[in-house]
């Protein structure tokens, strides 16, 4: 059975920093593309980044120049270190791989 846990959330105040983790179980995640996505307070689920298994990187316009996908392919884990962060990245962040399932994901608060 393929798990998707995601950690690392937290409440930070405008223009702080958080690392989340994307740890993958029952499936080597080396030869997948992984997406972050956020869903914002009564918004749908939003793209955020993408990194293919090439380490190719994509970013939605809100947060290019901000956010940083990474991946360890040892440790089946993929990342997103959010710098600057503003009130409007507040949202429930998830992780996924096309075709995978959709954990609980981590709750993202930036408010002073």
């Known amino acids: 059975q393929v798990q998707l846990i995601e950690s690392g959330g937290g409440l930070v105040q405008p223009g702080g920093s958080l690392r989340l983790s994307c740890a993958a179980s029952g499936r080597a995640i080396s030869r997948s593309d992984m997406s972050w996505y956020r869903q914002s307070p009564g918004k749908g689920r939003d793209f955020v980044a993408l990194?293919?298994?090439?380490?190719?990187?994509y970013y939605s316009d809100s947060v290019k120049g901000r956010f940083a996908i990474s991946r360890d392919n040892a440790k089946n884990t993929v990342y997103l270190q959010m710098n600057s962060l503003k009130p409007e990245d507040t949202g429930i962040y998830s992780c996924?791989?096309?075709?995978?399932?959709w954990g609980q994901g981590t709750q993202v608060t930036v408010s002073s």
């Open positions: 990194i293919r298994w090439s380490g190719d990187t």
């Open positions: 996924n791989f096309p075709g995978g399932p």
